[in-house]
Structure formats: C-alpha cells, structure tokens
C-alpha cells in the first residue's frame, strides 16, 4: 500500500466520542499565525480588560508606562496625578497637554522604532529626568504604543536602580506591562549593563555602533 506524505500542521483533529453507539466528530482547525501587535491585543482581551490600555499601568511606585492616547488624556494625568512625562516618539506630545497642566515638566526625545535607532545614548539622562520625577511627583514614560521604545528606556531605569540584568528588569516591568522591545533595542539594553549603566564614556566601542550624530 503506497504511503502518503502527510503534514501534520494541515492534519484536521479529529476527536471521537462515543456515546450509547452514536459516533460524533468534531473538526478543530489549526490556529492562524497572528502578528505581534496581534499577541499583544489578544493578551490584554484575554485578561478580561482592555486591548491597549485606556489606564496608565503603575511599574513601580510614582512610574508609569503608556501609549500616546494616554499620555494625551488630560484627565488621565489628573487622575494619576502625573506631574513629569518623558516622551521618546517621532513626534512631541500635543502641546493641549501642556497648555492644559502648566505644571507638567515634559521631556521629547525624537527617536523612531527601529533596531538601528540610537536609545542607548539617552540612557544617562532618562535615568536622571525618571528619577527627579519620582522624588517630586509622578512620571509617566512614554511612545507611541507603550511597547518598545518608552518600555526599553524603562527597563533601563529598573537595570540601572536594582543593579539587574537585562533578562531581570524584563520580567520585572512584564508583570505589569505587556512589552516588545525590537530586537536593537535588547542588543542596547544588554551593552549598558556591560558599560556598568553609564554612557559617559561615548567612545566605548560597545556604544559607538550606536551612534547615530
């Protein structure tokens, strides 16, 4: 008898019941690839909530981490009494928030989402501004998804704060957060810990691949 060549991915499952000599059959479908964004939608619905958050998702203490439709909720602010934001993003925060909360102190770092983009060079000095802010207030760190960017420079923070490894901060801020940093991004994050959480020394030769200026 002439074997095919099966493959097992397209195989349809079919189970079998048995019931006082009825047979059933039901047919499961293999799961259809979903892209990442897709995960991550998927992952918030399942746990009961939302697909992006419409809330800010609290790190730690007086630190938190979103997207840009939140970070340009006025009264999403109010509520979580955000008094500094840090916005790593193509384009600044709307200047209705700052007209709306005089108070606020805003940073704008113009970065896009790519693996080649420079973050390790702000590490320094989103470290300090997240730091200042949590004494004074509260922070709220973010890009245009909450995802890569705004969670990289986060999970910089956490590393440099507690003295943790890439992999330690990551599972720290995942509690609370679903995040993605691309792929140049954790190559960035795991040389800063290398360079002992610092980039004074900018003619390192770990960071100067990353230079983009």
Do not use: W
């Amino acid at each position: 008898m002439r074997r095919r060549n099966v493959d097992n991915r397209k195989l349809l499952k079919v189970i079998v019941n048995l019931d006082f000599g009825r047979v059933s059959f039901k047919l499961q479908l293999p799961a259809p690839k979903m892209s990442v964004l897709s995960r991550i939608s998927n992952i918030y619905s399942k746990s009961g909530s939302r697909q992006y958050p419409d809330e800010l998702d609290m790190i730690e203490t007086n630190l938190y981490l979103s997207g840009e439709a939140e970070a340009r909720n006025v009264e999403t602010l109010k509520k979580y009494k955000i008094t500094h934001i840090l916005t790593i993003n193509d384009f600044p925060l709307s200047a209705t928030v700052k007209s709306a909360l005089e108070y606020l102190q805003i940073k704008y770092i113009r970065l896009p989402d790519l693996s080649s983009s420079d973050l390790l060079s702000y590490f320094d000095e989103t470290y300090e501004f997240i730091r200042e802010g949590v004494a004074k207030g509260a922070v709220l760190v973010h890009c245009q998804m909450g995802v890569s960017r705004s969670a990289s420079v986060v999970i910089a923070y956490i590393m440099k704060k507690y003295n943790l490894t890439y992999r330690e901060a990551l599972d720290k801020v995942k509690m609370k957060r679903c995040v993605f940093p691309n792929p140049g991004f954790v190559s960035q994050l795991q040389s800063y810990r290398d360079m002992g959480y610092t980039t004074i020394r900018r003619y390192d030769p770990r960071l100067a691949r990353y230079m983009m200026r």
